[in-house]
């Protein structure tokens, strides 16, 4: 069964951090580059960070120096720890391949709001 399950977002202060884990069924994760997109209210959905399976990441520009983006090949999970949370960071935050590989297939995602 493919699947993709993020957590770890909330309401955090500006300034504040949160890390989001997203656990993925082995055949969407394993060999592939994985990534953590966003998508804030009437914006398109954005890649912020990306990590290829051999653990060589890159990020966008807003975020670099900020987030980090890991992986644990083993457990099928990747991660984004967020520090020096803005309030322009609130989005929806997902993960999924990177290029998206299944058409239109995305998790739930979870809300990260930053906000005083």
């Known amino acids: 069964q493919v699947q993709l399950v993020e957590s770890g977002g909330g309401l955090v202060q500006p300034g504040g951090s949160l890390r989001l884990s997203c656990a993925a069924s082995r055949g969407i994760f394993s060999g592939n580059r994985m990534g953590w997109y966003r998508q804030a209210p009437g914006k398109q959905r954005e890649l912020v960070a990306s990590?290829?399976?051999?653990?060589?990441?890159n990020y966008a520009d807003a975020v670099k120096g900020r987030f980090t983006i890991s992986r644990d090949n083993a457990k099928n999970t990747v991660h984004l720890q967020m520090n020096s949370l803005k309030p322009e960071d609130t989005a929806v935050y997902y993960c999924?391949?990177?290029?998206?590989?299944?058409?239109?297939?995305w998790g739930q995602g979870t809300q990260v709001t930053v906000s005083s």
């Open positions: 999924n391949t990177v290029p998206i590989i299944l058409f239109n297939f």
């Open positions: 990590i290829t399976s051999g653990g060589t990441t």
